[in-house]
């Protein structure tokens, strides 16, 4: 499989060729490693994000959410996320941000709003730092494992694995009917301003390129759910034992109460620590 | 090839069996009936729609549960009627492996695949069915592989390994050969062959490659037009009745068609031919002992091409490669010297991984060499994108529903010309179209056509860009000996209009048959370049590129000819010559 | 496969089922990682971007079937765009889910005829609509509800109306034409009796019928909705905070140590009801299969 070439003539091609966003993709997808939360069992680290996730709205003490937003920035750290997940995070606080100050401004706020913002984006940073210290570490069968045992379909767990197996598939497939337009096809004669003309003809194709692909995974599926009918998937989705065997290797450990118990003793600890000193 | 014993009950029995899908005008199975026992290693061989995927998905009951068609007669697997339990029930018996292999692959990694099917059964020990799995096929060292990782071979080993997890007594394997190359091929052979052997599994193979048949099968079936069973034999016997295969468009392995050929009238009647090389080689043994020098239809045409003026592609010092995951450079061509003239055919062959599709895209521009130089026909690849470069480069992909992009064959066909606006070019098309047979399919959708015809669209489309050079990626992967035999001849139509043709291939015979230039690659490095009779010369390069040569210059190695017979008609035109100064010298 | 349909109303056996959430799942999943990778165009307030690919999940539900596309759609979000990225997102997915599955399915159960246009044309900007003015009713409510004495201050109804409302004008004009109308005009002639034959079905004629009951089970829509309304109730929170802070000094001076007390009690309920909740379901799930 072929995944990028460097870029030698810079064009708009090479700036956002398809194998670029594909060995990007793949190298989030398919590069996990062993992190220090991903030893940890999936479901009580799903229940631990959700405190994370949910108690900052109810805070509004400074150095707590600091104090928090510190060690859930040092667990991140720890499980190694991509520059990718980053790039997106930052982009949606910017513009969230940025939208709030605009309607702050709009009605006259001064300081004061620039100030509410400030906290406000702070919780915000806890809780998106908290779900990708969870889940960008979490392999993501685990995940859809935890998912299951909380009660989702069990259509999404193969989903999960179903995605895992076909990503790199398809992505190469889109790829080759992307160069099967561009070989017989034709570029704009003329760039036009800031080349849109090519713009559009890149936009043009990369839409069209959907209509082959269509096609040839409706053909693909075809087999795969044959295949998934031989191999008792259909029949397995309503057997309640099946899940039980497929779960059984999930366990709460002494290590998870632990885990929990430090996480409480720290949250408890920095709400003393506000207590005594609100910034 | 004596028969084994087999037990007194069939594993599987079918009596008078009828069948049609919903919808269709036609009975797809006409009265079948057939036994297969225990520890069979039989062949279902048919031309093209004679029902023989259709029977073996009677056996394993996706045939009636899942296609609700009309079916009449019975199904017993084991001794109980296939309608009486469901697919999944069923697939404890017989385990399926579907032509389609790649797609029937659910899962991320090899482990996980051979684990799903015992654990979607409920069984407890899973894990242990999908370990046992891999090690019966001795792939353990892939289960923590990812499946789109793998090669085709290992593809097709995985998806084994998934059917044999439920530990199955009968395992029906759908046409193993048409989407690897031989190599691999005959790697799968000898796991189904070690299952039968050891693990005392029955084997069901649908196989229109003799050559398998004969190296592994014990029992024939062979399937006619409608439907029908025409017959059960030996595989001996089965494959000696060479002018029925032909009649249905199967082709007996090599060496059976050189003895048929020339031994015809000194056959006893109902005797059996040699079907494998050591068959042939036992036979033949003493009549071509001595040396003579063999036809020089094909001699210097490379020699002559060569020297001819500026080359059409020009490849100085290239390297190039991609990016792997871990962002490190990879290099795939490691410093390739290489120049193109009119009039080359050239069989670009070697091992999978060895840089032939890097080079082939090299040469259409998708690529860009990072060091050195690619020039086409004077331009530098560097300095033109894709789309100017396809004024004069066609480069025609291995999977040909990657080129199916317009709503039916003829507007794929027009696509190139459309794009630039040309006009009138209906009387051309049409042409195009008569010409690769395509006039009553034009209407249609590329993908829902036979292996064979999509190919003829391919070239078609290539045919449509009037280009200089054209490239082509493995285009007699997984089509049948009768396409392929097809496919050579319009091979022919290229000549006259298309400067020059890379074939990048798995296909000995293509080689054998077509080309006039052979250029042999091996991690990235071109190991030889030379023509196609040379290049049967040195089984030690062809080894390194994991390559087989036909039956018929194997035959030639083990019987000393040398220069060896690139074709069956060759052979025969050096035995009838040998028989004929025999004689001569024999008077003398 | 469906030889049954002949005579009865167009319906999928349970396998098409799947091959409809499976293709509509992987295909709307690889746009999603692609359109999520796509740097985007801004020119002062107006947005040029690549929303979403919502024309293949639609694409679907006109042809197959309403839920399965709109359910295999949401999946291949969250999997293909969020998971496998490493980007999920938590209890924020939960809202985008509901809104999107809703609008295709509302969008695919619209078309009766899949080679009327216009019909093509009113599905499509009913699909992208339901989701753009969801999302911006929601986005709305948000601010009308977090800030106190919201219709006091001059100005800001007057502002964030018209801010949201360009967005989802921006939306529908420019992600609804681009994306949704003119692809699906485009795309459901062509497919409609060509996809069919490759899955193995024959074309739809008249509505597709759907039953949600076999997918989609009530303990799920439940959970969906608890969750969806403490994941919007926790955003509610987040936004009335803006102007609750103005005040919040002298509200903390009056209260003293109380105010924190009370936060961090809210705080521990949540987190030990969420440990419960965990816990008991892995117990009673044991339960649950010994019977």
């Known amino acids: 499989m072929e995944l990028a070439e460097p870029a030698r003539k810079s064009s708009i091609w090479e700036k956002l060729s398809v194998e670029r966003i594909k060995i990007e993709l793949l190298r989030t997808a398919y590069g996990q490693s062993r992190t220090f939360l991903s030893r940890f069992d999936p479901r009580m680290l799903i229940g631990w994000y959700s405190f994370f996730a949910i108690a900052p709205w109810f805070i509004h003490n400074k150095t707590v959410l600091i104090g928090m937003l510190l060690a859930i920035a040092v667990l991140t750290y720890t499980s190694k996320p991509s520059v990718l997940v980053f790039i997106v995070l930052a982009f949606g606080l910017v513009t969230d941000t940025a939208y709030m100050l605009i309607v702050a401004l709009a ?146 450990l002494p290590r998870d ?20 000193y609100t910034l | ?130 370990m046992n799995a891999l090690r019966m096929l001795e792939i353990e060292h892939l289960r923590n592989e990812w499946i789109w990782q793998l090669s085709g071979g290992q593809k097709h080993m995985a998806a084994l390994a998934a059917a044999l997890a439920l530990d199955p007594d009968v395992i029906v394997v759908d046409e193993p050969v048409a989407q690897l190359d031989p190599a691999h091929a005959r790697v799968i052979y000898e796991k189904l062959k070690l299952l039968n052997e050891r693990y005392g599994k029955t084997i069901v193979v649908i196989e229109h490659h003799t050559e398998f048949i004969a190296d592994y099968c014990r ?64 036979h033949w043994g003493s009549a071509a002992k001595r040396e003579l020098p063999s036809t020089d239809a094909y001699a210097s045409a490379a020699s002559s091409s060569r020297s001819a003026g ?140 036979s292996g064979g015809q999509q190919r003829r669209t391919t070239l078609a489309i290539g045919m449509a860009m009037r280009p200089t050079i054209m490239l082509l990626d493995e285009p007699t992967a997984s089509l049948d000996i009768a396409s392929r035999k097809e496919l050579t001849l319009l091979f022919d139509q290229l000549r006259d209009e298309v400067k020059a043709v890379v074939v990048a291939t798995h296909d000995m015979q293509l080689v054998a048959d077509w080309a006039n230039r052979v250029i042999v690659m091996n991690e990235g490095r071109i190991l030889l370049d030379t023509d196609s009779r040379t290049v049967f010369q040195h089984p030690d390069i062809l080894d390194r590129a994991a390559l087989v040569a036909p039956q018929i210059v194997q035959l030639c190695g083990r019987l000393g000819i040398e220069p060896a017979c690139l074709s069956v008609e060759q052979f025969i035109a050096y035995m009838e010559r040998a028989q004929r100064e025999e004689l001569v010298y024999g008077i003398g | 496969m469906n030889a049954g349909s002949m005579t ?23 746009s999603n990682m ?36 709109a359910l295999g759609a949401c999946f291949g979000e969250v999997i293909f765009g969020e998971l496998l990225l490493g980007q999920f997102g938590g209890l924020g997915e939960l809202e985008k889910f509901i809104e999107f599955a809703l609008a295709i399915f509302v969008a ?105 009951g076999d997918f989609v089970t009530p303990r799920l829509i439940i959970l969906s909705i608890v969750l969806f309304a403490i994941a919007g109730a926790a955003e509610f929170m987040a936004e009335s905070d803006i102007n609750f802070i103005d005040w919040e000094s002298e509200f903390i001076a009056g209260l003293g140590d109380g105010a924190i007390w009370i936060s961090m009690g809210v705080a521990a309920v949540i987190f030990i009801v969420s440990l419960i909740w965990i816990v008991s379901r892995k117990s009673g799930k044991r339960k649950g299969e010994m019977v």
């Not at chain 1, 109460?257 to 005594?276: E, K, T």
């Not at chain 2, 007996?252 to 068959?279: D, K, M, N, S």
């Not at chain 2, 490849?315 to 290489?338: A, H």
């Not at chain 3, 740097?39 to 690549?50: A, D, M, N, Q, S």
């Open chain 1, 107 to 252: 009605f006259g706020g001064g300081l004061p709003a620039a100030l509410a913002l400030s906290t406000l984006t702070l919780k915000l940073l806890v809780i998106a730092l908290a779900s990708i210290a969870v889940f960008s570490s979490m392999d993501p069968e685990k995940l859809s494992d935890a998912l299951l045992s909380l009660g989702m379909p069990a259509q999404f767990s193969f989903g999960v694995a179903y995605g895992y197996r076909m990503l790199p598939i398809l992505i190469e497939e889109y790829n080759n009917l992307l160069y099967s337009y561009r070989l017989r096809g034709r570029t704009p004669l003329r760039k036009g301003l800031l080349g849109w003309r090519s713009l559009v003809y890149m936009g043009k194709i990369s839409i069209l390129a959907f209509y082959p692909l269509i096609l040839n995974t409706a053909k693909r599926t075809r087999t795969t759910v044959e295949a998934l009918e031989v191999k008792g998937f259909t029949y397995a989705v309503k057997d309640p034992k099946v899940k039980r065997i497929k779960l059984a290797y999930l366990k709460i």
């Open chain 1, 257 to 276: 109460y632990a885990f929990l118990a430090i996480s409480a003793i720290y949250v408890a600890f920095l709400f003393w620590l506000g207590n005594q």
């Open chain 2, 1 to 130: 090839m004596a028969l084994q014993s087999t037990e007194e009950q069939p594993i599987i029995q079918l009596d008078n069996v009828t069948f049609r899908y919903p919808g269709a005008e036609a009975n797809s199975l006409e009265g079948v009936s057939l036994s297969i026992y225990r520890g069979d290693f039989i062949a279902i061989a048919g031309s093209n729609g004679s029902g023989k995927s259709t029977l073996c998905k009677c056996f394993n009951g996706l045939i009636p549960t899942y296609y609700s068609g009309d079916m009449e007669g019975t199904v017993f697997v084991d001794g109980i009627a296939t309608a009486e339990r469901s697919v999944a029930e069923l697939s404890r018996n017989v385990a399926y492996v579907f032509q389609d292999f790649e797609n029937q692959l659910v899962r991320p990694t090899v482990y996980d695949e051979a684990c799903f099917a015992p654990l979607n059964f409920g069984y407890e020990d899973y894990k242990e069915r999908g």
């Open chain 2, 219 to 282: 029992k024939m079936v062979l399937m006619e037009r409608g439907g029908r069973v025409r017959w059960v034999k030996s595989v001996a016997e089965g494959l000696s009745a060479v002018s029925e295969l032909n009649e249905m468009n199967i082709q007996p392995p090599q060496v059976t068609q050189a003895f048929h050929a020339l031994c015809r009238e000194q056959a006893i009647e109902g005797a059996l031919y040699p079907i494998t090389i050591e068959e042939a080689a036992l």
């Open chain 2, 310 to 449: 500026e080359p059409l592609v020009r490849f100085e010092g290239v390297i190039s490669g991609y990016q792997g995951i871990d962002r490190k450079k990879k290099p795939i061509l490691q410093g390739i010297d290489l120049s193109i003239h009119e009039g080359d055919r050239i069989a670009l062959i070697g091992n999978n991984g060895a840089g032939k599709s890097t080079l082939l895209r090299l040469i259409s521009g998708l690529r860009r060499p990072w060091e050195g130089k690619v020039t086409v026909c004077g331009r530098d690849t560097r300095k033109s994108t894709p789309e100017e470069l396809s004024d004069l480069v066609a480069f025609l992909f291995q999977n040909p529903e990657e080129m199916f992009i317009a709503d039916n064959i003829r507007q794929d066909v027009e696509y190139f010309l459309r794009a630039r606006q040309q006009q009138g070019i209906e009387p051309f098309i049409e042409d195009v179209l008569r010409r690769f047979k395509l006039t009553e399919l034009q209407q249609r959708d590329g993908r829902l056509l």
């Open chain 3, 8 to 30: 009865k109303r167009w319906e999928l056996t349970p396998q098409q089922k799947l091959m409809i959430f499976i293709l509509s799942m992987s295909l709307y999943g690889i």
């Open chain 3, 34 to 69: 692609i359109t999520e990778l796509i740097p985007e165009l801004k020119i002062g307030p107006i947005e040029l971007k690549v929303e979403y690919f919502i024309f293949i999940p639609l694409l679907f539900a006109i042809l197959f079937n309403p839920l399965y596309a």
């Open chain 3, 108 to 212: 695919g159960m619209l078309v009766k005829n899949p080679a009327n246009r216009r019909q093509l044309a009113i599905a499509a900007y009913v699909a992208i609509g339901i989701d753009q003015l969801l999302g911006t009713i929601v986005d709305i409510g948000k601010v009308y509800f977090g800030i106190e004495d919201f219709e006091a201050v001059p100005g800001l109804p007057e502002s964030v109306l018209a801010i949201e409302g360009f967005a989802f004008l921006n939306a529908m004009i420019v992600s609804g034409t681009l994306f949704a109308l003119l692809p699906t005009l485009y795309l459901v002639p062509r497919l409609y009796g060509k996809v069919e034959p490759l899955l193995g079905m024959k074309p739809r004629d008249g509505r597709a019928s759907a039953s949600l």
